[in-house]
Structure formats: structure tokens, C-alpha cells
């Protein structure tokens, strides 16, 4: 099992550690050797500075992924970063709940981390898949039915 840091400094959405942690879980399942994962929550300020300076991209996005793995590692090192600001805005766009927004945002920044890719459009359609069986199996837990 990977060992998951969660951190928060945004302010616009409650977190559930232990529902992110496992979806997080979740989807590094098939990976060989697990490692350590960092999760942050973040508003859209910090991760449109995040996403000019490390993708040369302007203004927020949902999630961003930072494959970390050391020279030679096998293991799953990483940083996902997570606009909750961005999450909330969608969520309220699509008409479903906070939570399984952000649910969505971590569980594609793992897929990222376990070599997932969604420039093709073949790769991005797999991805998706993965993505939304995982946060399928969670919709009980985010709904509470």
C-alpha cells in the first residue's frame, strides 16, 4: 500500500481524508510497488501559479500530477496537486456533489502517477474508464445511499 500525505490550504471544501486516501489507493492498485503520494488542496490562485510555471499554461486547472520517482525507482513517488476551488465550481456546473468532483481530480492525478496518459485520444478514453469505474465504486460513500 502506498503512504498518502494529505495537506489543505484552501478553504472552500471539506476534506475527507480517509475517502481520498482510499480512492487514491484505489487506483495505484495495480501498480507493483506503491511508494509515497502527496496530496494537496489548493485554491485556483496557487494552481494557476503552479500550472504557468511547471506547464507554461494560464489560469487554474482541476488537478496536476508530479511524477517524483527518485534515479532508478520502481516505486510510485509522487504529488498531486488539487484545486477544491475548481472542483466546487464544476461540481455546481454539473450538478452533483463536491466531493465526488474532487474524488474525480485525485483519482486521475493517480492514474497520472501510475502511467496513465491522456494525450491520445485511445490513451485518454482507457484513462477515463479507469477514472470513472473508480469513482463509480465511491458514489455511495459520497452520496451516502
Not at 494529505?6 to 489507493?25: C, M, P, V
Not at 510555471?53 to 486547472?61: A, E, K, S
Request: glycine share 6%; net charge positive.
Amino acid at each position: 500500500r502506498p503512504a498518502i500525505a494529505i495537506a489543505n490550504s484552501q478553504k472552500f471544501l471539506e476534506i475527507d481524508r480517509r475517502l481520498i486516501a482510499r480512492a487514491i489507493r484505489t487506483a495505484l492498485a495495480g501498480t507493483p510497488i506503491p511508494g509515497i503520494v502527496s496530496v494537496v488542496f489548493v485554491d485556483d490562485r496557487a494552481i494557476s501559479a503552479l500550472n504557468q510555471r511547471f506547464l507554461n499554461h494560464r489560469g487554474p486547472t482541476d488537478v496536476i500530477a508530479f511524477p517524483l520517482g527518485g534515479c532508478g525507482s520502481k516505486e510510485i513517488w509522487g504529488e498531486i496537486v488539487v484545486s477544491a476551488e475548481t472542483a466546487c465550481r464544476e461540481a455546481r456546473r454539473r450538478r452533483i456533489p463536491p466531493t465526488e468532483e474532487l474524488l474525480r481530480y485525485c483519482i486521475h492525478g493517480a492514474l497520472h502517477l501510475a502511467g496513465h496518459d491522456d494525450h491520445a485520444p485511445a490513451a485518454r478514453k482507457r484513462m477515463w474508464k479507469a477514472q470513472e469505474e473508480i469513482v463509480e465504486n465511491f458514489r455511495a460513500t459520497i452520496t451516502g445511499r
